[in-house]
């Protein structure tokens, strides 16, 4: 190509939208997802497309990539309108959906071949590409292991290393980090930016994670189908400048604090940060102002002024106009084997827990205690064992050896006793897709031994308390995540359970959806319910009383978030935050190996 040609193609935007609109049909109604959206992306940089659930950022990504056709408006990829020219953008695009299509029944050789027979990879550029992407991913060692073996986060990397067989010019990643453990978090990252600064590839990249929005040069900011705003990130979170505080209470109780906080209408936004409540003001004040209007006689409350994040200004606008505010529900009364316990009671017992399947160990000599009330994080890389330990807990595999004690019933003798004691809500969406929500719950109940006034009662409960009225005749596997998620919260909490199993609850829900989901959760622990969580999401564990960090199967730290963050300080990282503790944790097991 002449260097004229070049230069000018070079200047083209990789993607262009203008006055794009996009609506589905469910049944009678009319659902818009994309309205009057008008966005340039920039070439060579890494651009993140940010948004609650239902914001709209998989359907630009399929309309980008010629899946779908829009109802008006253009959308020009590498100068071809996706809307006539489909199959040609599909052969210079890659895009890695948020459940990339493995294999799990081929190995992971296998997989790069199929994909490359797909892309029309020549046989003679094979061998040398597959050592770059091997490599690249950590991946080399794995090639003879059947997909479906792998953990999360290596998954996730050998769907990347497919869909980069031939490098695009332009790469579509929608969610590619959700479920994946820190460690492999920052892996990926590590792959897409060695890819756009050697590369010079261009990626749109959407995420739940605001943490990695601030790592992202451009970010597009969606809101029910509009763009609120595209800028570099910082210019997002400077406009809250004077806005963003950290509050700590005499009492220590961050709970009680954070509620408290909540409910003022001077805050708009209030979280739990290791002993601290991060909090976003409605408009801007002064520490000392705010400090003299939450203490009291009895706690004095301390506020200090700190910069804003990218996240403030993403609540911020999400929320500024709302007047109305979410009040978490209190848990209905104790069950009478609840009432008869001691708060100090150990609710969960483990001792020398082994889970083995073969020759390998899931679990290996796992000790810890649970007291009741109290919210215990289970920690771990993809692969740790903390699925297969949940699954012990809850009786529904056996252990290979040691001691198990759960709501005052051993798990070797009594698990199905055991079980009528908690609540679960699993990983991914576990209830009856083509059921409605209404449905789903009088199934439940059913199941948990409710009948007659005492089930119409808790269900009316659920409906009302998780705010599944207006949609409780829907069904439950056309929800937005966030709805399913309360839905299957809403299931497990049916039979007033003592305990409640969360396995990584929260994965690829949005920031406003998690906020409620802890306020329900903090509200649940206040009132004595047990809570047991897994989560990939370090900020989420700073909700929690206590922590154990696994790897392998083992234990590699137990303690506070705080104490685990401080065990990690250096001079390199005088605060490290809870990832960087997991990561240093992580890093340590790995040079003991």
């Avoid at 590498?78 to 489909?86: E, K, N």
């Avoid at 005499?250 to 708009?268: A, C, I, P, T």
């Avoid at 409960?461 to 998780?466: G, R, V």
Wanted: charged share 25%; with cysteine; proline share 4%.
């Amino acid at each position: 190509m002449p260097s004229h040609l070049q230069t000018s193609c070079d200047n083209i935007s990789p993607l262009q939208i203008s006055k794009l609109h996009k609506t589905f049909q469910a049944g009678k109604r009319s659902i818009p997802a994309l309205t009057d959206l008008t966005l340039t992306i920039r070439s060579g940089i890494v651009t993140g497309l940010i948004g609650a659930d239902g914001a709209g950022k998989t359907t630009l990504m399929r309309l980008a990539s010629g899946l779908l056709l829009p109802d008006s408006g253009t959308i020009t990829v590498l100068g071809h309108d996706a809307g006539h020219d489909a199959a040609i953008i599909q052969k210079m695009i890659g895009y890695m959906p948020q459940r990339f299509g493995l294999y799990e029944d081929l190995t992971v050789q296998e997989n790069l071949d199929l994909y490359s027979d797909l892309q029309g990879m020549p046989m003679k550029d094979r061998a040398a590409r597959y050592r770059r992407l091997m490599e690249m991913t950590g991946m080399a060692p794995f090639t003879k292991r059947l997909a479906g073996r792998l953990s999360g986060g290596m998954k996730q990397k050998l769907g990347l290393a497919c869909t980069l067989i031939r490098p695009p010019k332009l790469l579509f990643l929608d969610e590619p980090t959700v479920g994946v453990d820190p460690v492999s978090r920052r892996e990926l990252w590590d792959i897409i930016y060695h890819q756009v600064e050697n590369e010079g590839m261009t990626v749109l990249l959407s995420t739940a994670y605001l943490d990695e929005a601030e790592r992202c040069k451009d970010v597009i900011l969606l809101h029910e189908g509009k763009l609120l705003g595209q800028a570099p990130p910082q210019e997002f979170s400077d406009k809250l400048t004077g806005q963003s505080f950290e509050a700590r209470s005499s009492l220590h109780n961050r709970r009680g604090l954070q509620e408290k906080l909540s409910s003022s209408n001077v805050v708009l936004d209030a979280i739990i940060l290791g002993n601290y409540v991060r909090i976003i003001t409605r408009k801007s004040q002064q520490g000392d102002e705010l400090t003299d209007l939450f203490s009291t006689a009895e706690e004095e409350v301390e506020i200090l002024a700190v910069p804003p994040r990218f996240e403030d200004a993403f609540i911020y606008l999400l929320t500024s106009g709302k007047t109305e505010k979410f009040k978490p529900p209190q848990h209905v009364e104790k069950s009478s084997q609840a009432a008869t316990r001691n708060n100090n009671d150990a609710v969960i017992i483990v001792r020398n827990l082994q889970r083995r399947f073969g020759d390998f160990y899931a679990v290996r000599d796992l000790s810890f205690a649970v007291q009741r009330g109290q919210i215990f994080g289970l920690l771990g890389a993809n692969g740790a064992g903390k699925s297969t330990t949940f699954r012990m807990l809850c009786g529904l595999l056996p252990a290979s050896d040691g001691f198990l004690e759960v709501a005052g019933e051993n798990l070797r003798t009594a698990s199905a006793k055991a079980r009528g004691r908690i609540g679960y809500m699993a990983q991914k969406f576990s209830l009856y897709a083509g059921l409605s929500v209404q449905q789903n719950l009088r199934f439940f109940s059913s199941i948990y031994g409710l009948s007659g006034k005492q089930q119409k009662e808790r269900i009316r409960w659920a409906l009302e308390t998780f705010e599944l009225q207006a949609i409780r005749t829907n069904i439950s596997g056309e929800l937005p995540l966030g709805f399913k998620q309360r839905l299957a919260m809403a299931a497990a909490l049916m039979h007033e359970p003592e305990i409640l199993f969360l396995d990584e609850p929260t994965s690829g829900v949005d920031p406003l959806a998690r906020r409620e989901f802890w306020r329900r959760i903090n509200g649940l622990a206040e009132s004595g319910v047990t809570v047991l969580v897994t989560t990939h999401f370090m900020e989420e564990a700073e909700y929690c009383d206590q922590l154990v960090i696994m790897a392998e199967g083992q234990v590699l730290a137990t303690g506070d978030p705080q104490q685990l963050k401080q065990e990690q300080t250096s001079k390199s990282l005088p605060n490290p935050t809870m990832e960087d503790a997991f990561i240093a944790l992580i890093e340590q097991f790995e040079d003991r190996k």
